[in-house]
């Protein structure tokens, strides 16, 4: 069988569950060893901070960040015992469309390593998954479904992103989501990562695949969007909230990125 890559399984293949999902507060004191993966796996970061090392390969955890794991695989774990590691955990195999289990080298190297954003959503739905799962002696078909559709999200979040996560430019990625109407500078987001202004430009590109100060318009005009559809706030209050006392600039930037007046999206949000 010709290698295939993760968009063909998620077309023409099945992913089944091998395991129970972990959804895990871990203990301060805690660590994971696995010296050889006997399936695929997936591990989400919820909250927390700590490091793994996936064959030698060491990555930083931290909230957002999302392994794919291939069988085989020796896994060594550990965690900042000051930021508790909160962590999402699936095991499963994956099946070819005839219903044989994919070996690891019929798979096209997919990314080991991601970033998401918006944990929020992944994060209910694992919730979800595992309480269901705890009251359930077998999961039952809405459980095993939802699985499927957060391994799913997942793996074609893996699919399109194509950045590479850095430590500490995550550190100002953190700080502008925490006040995103700050009229933010590459010098200031390039202290708060601790990095020369350069540097830092460039891991943060790499990480989200657009500069800094771009990726701040386009997490405004997002954030502008869902309170436009969601709330009943005036649009002009919205937009001071977030940084655009000048509503004339904040209607040209929110039309260039989001394709709509914010006017034409409030007329036409859904109820």
Known sequence: MAPQTLQWILRNGKLRLTAPPT??????????RVPSMQEYGLLLTLDGRGQISINGERHPLRQ???LFIRPGSKIEAEQNPAYPLFLFIARFDIL????????????????????????????????????RSNSNSEA????????????RMLVEEATRHSGSFHAQAYEALRAIENDLARKWTVAELALEAGLSRRVFARAFKLMMSEPPIQ?????????????????????????????YPDLGLFGEL?????????EELRVNRPF
Request: with cysteine; glycine share 6%; proline share 6%.
């Open 64 to 66: 957002g960040v999302c």
């Open 140 to 151: 039952d078909s809405l459980t095993h479904d939802a699985l499927n559709m957060l391994i």
């Open 254 to 262: 929110f039309r260039k990125r989001i394709g709509h007046s914010p």
């Open 215 to 243: 990726y701040v318009i386009r997490r405004r005009m997002e954030e502008a969007k869902r309170q436009i559809q969601q709330s009943s706030l005036p649009i002009e209050e919205i937009a001071i909230n977030l940084g």
């Open 96 to 131: 070819d469309e005839k219903g044989f289990n994919l070996a690891p080298s019929s798979l096209v190297e997919p990314p080991s390593c991601i970033f998401i954003i918006n944990t929020r959503g992944l994060e209910t739905l694992a919730e979800l998954i595992a309480s």
């Open 23 to 32: 959804l895990y507060r871990c203990e301060p004191i805690w660590s994971w």
